[in-house]
């Protein structure tokens, strides 16, 4: 059974820095107002017009009277007693946003062999995460199985870390992820070419959006030996020459390494396919 939602208080929507609620709505704020201020308004004015004084010391106690009270009374009280009803639009507001399921990216290795991705589907499945989408990369000791996930909201890294490794997963992660994980790949890529196709030279930052990964300026680093851990990825170019990329954390599988050389042989196609430019006259 799931706990009861606990109530939301209107100090959770205080800022970190200043420690203030926002604003309220200024049609709640003006009916809190009203409602503060009218028994007192009404009160005064019944005490005065009793009173046997002269007019105008009627009309200026009244107005003083009222406006203190006002200040001082009122306001502040309407503040404090319908706190939670003054901030209820922004209270659901923030309630609705955390109870909308959460987008998980998720990568794990599971053996090569029939029942393995139905266990760890079966895994998931129990915490009710939403697979959306699946891609299936081969790597060395098994398949390396990638999803994006919609789960509920309550549901931490730990609690994905924990199914994943109840459904048999190795060398798992998880990372939160927003709905641009869910574009198509294929058409992702084709884009990508397509922008080869009008400048070459973009092919660094064409691999870097393909793999989601971070291209190393440092022309020496291309000399060094590569990481063993799979996170940094050499590409030959004869248009930029050797490209170096970076994933920390989440080492590049066989696929995308060959998605990523042949985008840098279609830029070196197109770039021996561009005419020459006219030559000098002397």
Request: glycine share 6%; net charge neutral; charged share 20%.
């Amino acid at each position: 059974m799931r706990p009861t939602p606990r109530r939301k208080s209107p100090a959770e929507l205080t800022c970190d820095s200043c420690g203030r609620t926002p604003e309220p709505p200024r049609g709640r704020l003006t009916a809190a107002n009203i409602a503060a201020m009218l028994p007192i308004e009404l009160a005064v004015h019944a005490a005065v017009v009793q009173a046997h004084l002269p007019y105008l010391l009627k009309v200026a106690l009244l107005t003083v009277t009222a406006t203190v009270l006002t200040i001082w009374v009122a306001e502040p009280s309407a503040s404090k007693l319908l706190r939670r009803w003054l901030h209820a639009p922004l209270l659901h507001r923030r309630h609705r946003i955390e109870a909308a399921p959460a987008l998980w990216r998720v990568r794990t290795v599971v053996k090569d062999q029939p029942g393995a991705l139905e266990r760890v589907t079966h895994a998931l499945s129990c915490l009710d995460a939403n697979i959306l989408s699946i891609n299936v990369h081969p790597v060395d000791g098994g398949v390396l199985d990638e999803f994006v996930l919609s789960a509920p909201a309550g549901l931490t890294e730990r609690d994905l870390l924990d199914a994943l490794e109840a459904g048999s997963g190795r060398s798992s992660r998880v990372w939160r992820t927003t709905p641009v994980a869910l574009a198509d790949g294929q058409t992702h890529a084709l884009g990508l070419a397509a922008r080869l196709a009008g400048n070459p030279a973009e092919l660094p930052h064409a691999v870097a959006a393909l793999l989601s990964a971070s291209c190393l300026e440092d022309p020496a680093a291309a000399g060094r030996e590569l990481p063993a851990d799979g996170t940094v990825l050499k590409i030959p170019s004869s248009v930029q020459g050797v490209l170096l990329f970076s994933r920390p954390g989440e080492p590049f599988t066989p696929a995308e390494s060959a998605r990523a050389h042949r985008l840098a042989e279609l830029a070196e196609t197109l770039e021996l396919q561009r005419p020459a430019g006219p030559a000098t006259v002397a």
